[in-house]
């Protein structure tokens, strides 16, 4: 039994490091979003300060956020390129599920993740079809979260890349409207990492392949079996 | 139709009895009304010596004419008294002396002899449900009379809010299909939103016209950007309490006694773009945030859908007054949460069987190879 055992794994290198480097800035950089973004939101006194010339405190709150706007932006922008030049895992086609055995895993993941049937049943290596869908949704949200946040920056400089996004004003009734929609998609951020997190974990955890590792050195395992 | 020779800017102030002084005076003003700097004077002063004065007709459709109450208003006493002396405001219904048939004929008389000449300033909004019966003036549609007056118009300027995004009678549910004028009519149309705009941008607005004939530099959504290229905010003089992060929590507390920013009280300071900070109300008197009451953005679009006021967000639509995203988003949040949590606790006794055949699975006491 044991000599059987051996071997029956092979290892397939699936995230490339750009992808990684991607990921991992992003989560970063999407967490401190949140969090001052929050803030900005929902604004604390500052308790220590008597007059204003003291503190910078809701300035630096704000300078982070707008700090990690543009590197989330910068890097969502290298992950766009990748999805053109990068391994058949990362490639932007991964992430357009119209195929109809696409529709079919999805149905099987949702038997997996949801109705809890057993989760060996054959799935792609990279990302499954349902998650790509949520990914792709996702980098929708990138976008729009991008092109309300730029555009309320734009008030607040000269610089070429922020008017860019401008457009959107009119479109979304004035600035109100614009952080508003903003506020409001921070909530879509919150509910992914939670659902995109857990998820990680528990296939991690029922298919035992490295799923949570697979983002961290690139590898995922499979059964050589089911491999063509 | 007689055709009368209009005087130039210089006469008309003649006639009323200026000295040349006077005239300079109002020239330098209505230049840095406009934002031109000194350089550009001689230019002012010469516009105002050659160009015969145009014709100016000042039409009233959906209004609470705030507008008009606050033009007349205006700080330079001397601007105020001249513009509209020499406006020549043939026809407004607020300010003319005629009335009836004869203020008709005022306005049409206008509109006819002076095609391409006369410059129109609307303020209200039209309405466009029930046939335009909510709004008739001499028993014609706010829309017909707007739109034949616009026809031959030198420039159109919208007054306030109303006239430029629909003001109050546009907000949710909007019962007489209040429009704004650009909606309505091709011509160009310059925007002045507020409610009602600073009088100083006001007369800011119509001597740039009347100087140059045509539209100050707009925005993309049509507005000066002489005024309305910088927030409330961004020259707000409670800015400092706001980047320290010293906020206003109660309209009776300490923070407010103190001046402390009103951010946290629902200011629309940060959406809004308007010059009440810079220009100030009532010859510079003041303004509302100097006041101690929050902006509420009464010159961006739809502002009146977007309260309550004194709340920094708007109340999310259909789940009562005080929700707002936050609300729904943490009940949301919590929901996920809790599903996330149930989901791995049923995952561990549905899979229990499963990890169990895993781990038999698993080589059992497995070891490295040593090096020989
Ligand atoms: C995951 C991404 C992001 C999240 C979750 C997020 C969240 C938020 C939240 C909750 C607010 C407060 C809105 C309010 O005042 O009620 C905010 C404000 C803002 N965000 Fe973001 N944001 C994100 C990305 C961006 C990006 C890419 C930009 C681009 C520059 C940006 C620029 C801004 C700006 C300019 C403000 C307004 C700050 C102010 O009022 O001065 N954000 N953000
Ligand atoms: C600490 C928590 C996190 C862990 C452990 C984690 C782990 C992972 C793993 C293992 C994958 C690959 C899943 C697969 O094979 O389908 C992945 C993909 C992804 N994660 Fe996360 N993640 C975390 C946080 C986040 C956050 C906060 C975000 C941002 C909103 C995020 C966005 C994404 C995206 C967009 C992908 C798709 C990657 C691509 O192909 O570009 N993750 N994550
Ligand atoms: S635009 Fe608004 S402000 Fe002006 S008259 Fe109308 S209600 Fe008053
Ligand atoms: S009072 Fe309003 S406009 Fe002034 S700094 Fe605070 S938020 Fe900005």
Redo the contacts between chains.
Sequence with gaps: M?HE??GRYRRIYVWEWPVRMYHWINAIAVILLIGTGYMI??????FY?A?????????T?RFVHFVCAFIFFFNFLVRIYWGFVGNRFSRWTNFITFRKAQWKEMWDILRVDIA?A???MHHKIGHNSLAALVYFLSFLMFAFQSITGFAMYA?NTTAMLPRMF??I??IM????????WH??G??FF??FT??HV?LVF?HD??E?RGTTSSMIGGWKFERKDILE | MSKPNRPTMWEAMQNKGYSRRDFLQYCSAAAAAIGVGSSGLSDVIHAMETKARPPVVWLHFQECTCCSESFIRSSHPIVADVVLDYLSLDYSETLQAASGHQAEKCLWDTVNNYPGEYILLVEGSIPSKGDGAYCMIGGRSALSILEEAAAGAMAVIAWGSCASNGCVQSANPNPTGATSIDKLIDNPVIKVPGCPPIADVMTGVVTHVLLYGGPPELDNQGRPKEFYSRRVHDTCYRRPYYDAGLFVDSWDDENARKGYCLYKMGCRGPVTYNACSVTRWNEGTSYPIQSGHGCIGCSEEGFWDNGPFYQHLASFPGFGIESTADTIGTVLGIGTVAGVAAHAVTTNIRKRKLMKETMDESVQGARVKRDK
């Design positions: 044991d055992q051996v939101g929902n604004p604390q006194n500052t300060a007059e204003a010339y003291q503190m910078y405190f809701f300035g709150i809890q057993d989760p060996r008030a401008t457009f004003k009119p009734g004035g600035d109100f409207g614009v952080r508003q506020h409001a921070m909530w919150i509910l939670i659902v857990y528990y955890y029922v035992g």
